[in-house]
Each structure stands twice: as C-alpha cells, then as structure tokens.
C-alpha cells in the first residue's frame, strides 16, 4: 500500500517503516496516526515481514511529537477524537507484536520520544535530541512516556525527565539506558539493519512468541511469568519452522524459516 504519511520499504524480511512529513519534522498529525494505524496492520499481517524498524525521513528528526499548527482551530470536541485515535496509534506501536526497533536520527521529543519508547529497543544517531516536554505546555506525556519511560530507565530518572521537561542528548540517552547504541548519523541506517539481519535469520514464530513472553511476563510475579514462558515456547514446539531448524543443525546448513 501506498501512504500520505508513511514510507514502507522491504528489505528482505526486515521492513522500514519511516515517517514521511520532514517538512514538519515528521510531527503527528491525524492522516499521520491514521496511516500508522493501517500500516502496522499490513506488516503484522505479512507472513514474509519478520521483523520491523522504525525511523523518520529527512535528516532533522524522527518525530517531534504532535503537529500543535494542526491543532490551533480544532474545537474541543475536534481535540477529543483526535487524542482517541492518538491514543489508538500510540498503543498499536507498541502492542505490535513481531520486533520493532526505533532508529533516532534526529529531534524525538514528545510523541517522538514515546513512539521511539513503544518500540523494543532504540538504536541512535549521534546528533538525536530525546524529550518528553509535554508539561511545559500543561499536559503530561499521553503516548505512553508516563508509563514505558519508568520501565526504560527507572521511576526516579524518568520523574526528572518528565517533571523538568528537560531535553537529552543521544550520549546521555545511552547513559540512562534508554538507546542500547550511538553511532554516526551516517551509519545509522547501516548499524540497524546490521542487527536487523541478525534477528531476521531466526525463526518469526519464535521471535514473537519472545517478544510476548519478555513484555507480559516482566509485569507478572515469577511462578506466572514462568507459566507463561512455557506457553509461548510450546507454541513454538509445535510449528513446522522448529522442525526445520532441528534438520538444519543437524545437516549442518542454514535454516529456511517460512512462519509456519
């Protein structure tokens, strides 16, 4: 499909799906989420996608949050649905179920920052800028920032980041731990789809059945965590791909996963 807001390229079985407004900083604005929406919606449904990266188009930034000229005539009533499906964009980013990482190029403030957070890691360039300044114009992070940042860095650190609006920068970010790694801008792309390749030449059943365990086992306390792990990997048990990774080590080859 083809989108106002989105680029989707393929590479392999990796997807780039980039936001496409850098004439407004990749900003959020409605067709923008409405495009997220349907574009998650195709890459969870392609059985040859077995994994994701998100990032921005331009060299300026990832996502600076909400398109705010957007909102300057909305009526309260306009606002409402809007955040609604905001609120619908934000959580399908981050329940998206195959791996999804973030790589920053630029300015990720507000939304950006949270889009960035909703995915399983972030890779970032060096001249990316990290912020939740939401409560400098009296709301709080509403992307999920007051709930995946904690999570990221630890509830104090991320108290600071929110309640001061401060802006970070991709070291300080790395420092935190919110970016597993910083590299040149120009490697950016090149570095991510370096480790793109290393996770795609896994099984996608079983990537995604990691992905499930690690997100909703964290939150649980150990005997049910444990349960759950050893649902998602009897479902891996029972798929063809697990078969073929058996007869490949065993035939000394490189396995042909198909996600079945």
């Given at each position: 499909?083809?989108?106002?807001?989105?680029?989707?390229?393929?590479?392999?079985?990796?997807?780039?799906?980039?936001?496409?407004?850098?004439?407004?900083?990749?900003?959020?604005?409605?067709?923008?989420?409405?495009?997220?929406?349907?574009?998650?919606?195709?890459?969870?449904?392609?059985?040859?996608?077995?994994?994701?990266?998100?990032?921005?188009?331009?060299?300026?930034?990832?996502?600076?949050?909400?398109?705010?000229?957007?909102?300057?005539?909305?009526?309260?009533?306009?606002?409402?649905?809007?955040?609604?499906?905001?609120?619908?964009?934000?959580?399908?980013?981050?329940?998206?179920?195959?791996?999804?990482?973030?790589?920053?190029?630029?300015?990720?403030?507000?939304?950006?920052?949270?889009?960035?957070?909703?995915?399983?890691?972030?890779?970032?360039?060096?001249?990316?800028?990290?912020?939740?300044?939401?409560?400098?114009?009296?709301?709080?992070?509403?992307?999920?920032?007051?709930?995946?940042?904690?999570?990221?860095?630890?509830?104090?650190?991320?108290?600071?980041?929110?309640?001061t609006g401060r802006k970070i920068s991709a070291r300080e970010a790395?420092?935190?731990?919110?970016?597993?790694?910083?590299?040149?801008?120009?490697?950016?792309?090149?570095?991510?789809?370096?480790?793109?390749?290393?996770?795609?030449?896994?099984?996608?059943?079983?990537?995604?059945?990691?992905?499930?365990?690690?997100?909703?086992?964290?939150?649980?306390?150990?005997?049910?965590?444990?349960?759950?792990?050893?649902?998602?990997?009897?479902?891996?048990?029972?798929?063809?791909?697990?078969?073929?990774?058996?007869?490949?080590?065993?035939?000394?080859?490189?396995?042909?996963?198909?996600?079945?």
């Open positions: 499909m083809e989108y106002e807001t989105i680029k989707l390229t393929r590479e392999g079985h990796v997807a780039v799906m980039a936001f496409n407004r850098p004439q407004a900083l990749n900003a959020l604005s409605t067709q923008m989420a409405r495009d997220i929406l349907a574009c998650l919606d195709e890459m969870e449904q392609d059985d040859e996608i077995f994994a994701a990266v998100l990032t921005g188009e331009g060299d300026r930034a990832f996502c600076v949050g909400a398109d705010l000229k957007e909102r300057k005539n909305m009526t309260k009533d306009q606002m409402r649905k809007q955040r609604a499906l905001f609120v619908r964009a934000f959580t399908a980013m981050a329940e998206f179920s195959k791996p999804l990482v973030a790589a920053v190029n630029g300015f990720a403030l507000g939304g950006g920052t949270e889009f960035a957070l909703c995915c399983d890691f972030i890779i970032a360039s060096e001249k990316a800028t990290f912020g939740l300044p939401e409560v400098g114009l009296a709301v709080i992070p509403g992307g999920g920032g007051t709930q995946l940042l904690p999570r990221a860095i630890g509830r104090n650190r991320a108290k600071e980041l929110i309640f790395y420092e935190l731990g919110l970016a597993n790694y910083v590299v040149p801008a120009d490697n950016l792309m090149e570095k991510t789809m370096e480790i793109m390749l290393e996770i795609t030449k896994n099984g996608p059943i079983a990537l995604r059945q990691a992905k499930k365990a690690i997100n909703l086992g964290v939150e649980l306390e150990l005997h049910t965590a444990l349960a759950l792990e050893a649902d998602c990997h009897l479902v891996c048990l029972a798929t063809e791909d697990r078969d073929e990774g058996l007869l490949a080590f065993n035939e000394k080859r490189k396995p042909v996963y198909k996600g079945r």
